[in-house]
């Protein structure tokens, strides 16, 4: 069993930054790859960015390449979400997730461990 908590979210205006964490208890993050995805009202829940377990190599969506960017520290158990030049748009609930290795990164398949979500409010 793994749990996964968030924190970080908050309100923020239009172009600046927040770094979400997740951080983990019951298992360490060895041999997990590890996600972010996010949900707005009335949407569907999307893929953010994820993280492999070997060689940390890093997936991200189209539509925050370049601005957020994943990373780990498996000494603590954590994962991290900086992003940067925030916009409306990216406003939601952000999940952290937990999943094999071998998993489809991009997808909700991939992962067997949720967080609770934490709020991210961008104002214009």
């Known amino acids: 069993q793994v749990r996964l908590v968030e924190s970080g979210g908050g309100l923020v205006q239009a172009g600046g930054s927040l770094r979400l964490s997740c951080a983990a208890s019951?298992?360490?993050?060895?041999?997990?790859?590890m996600g972010w995805f996010r949900q707005a009202p009335g949407k569907e829940r999307e893929f953010v960015a994820a993280?492999?377990?070997?060689?940390?190599?890093?997936y991200y969506a189209d539509s925050v390449k370049g601005r957020f960017t994943i990373s780990r520290d498996n000494a603590k158990n954590t994962v991290y979400l900086q992003m940067n030049s925030l916009k409306p748009e990216d406003t939601a609930v952000y999940y952290c997730a937990a999943g094999s290795e071998y998993g489809p990164k991009r997808s909700e398949r991939g992962y067997d461990y949720w967080g609770q979500g934490t709020q991210v409010t961008v104002s214009s």
């Open positions: 993280i492999a377990w070997s060689v940390s190599s890093t």
């Open positions: 019951g298992r360490t993050f060895s041999g997990y790859a």
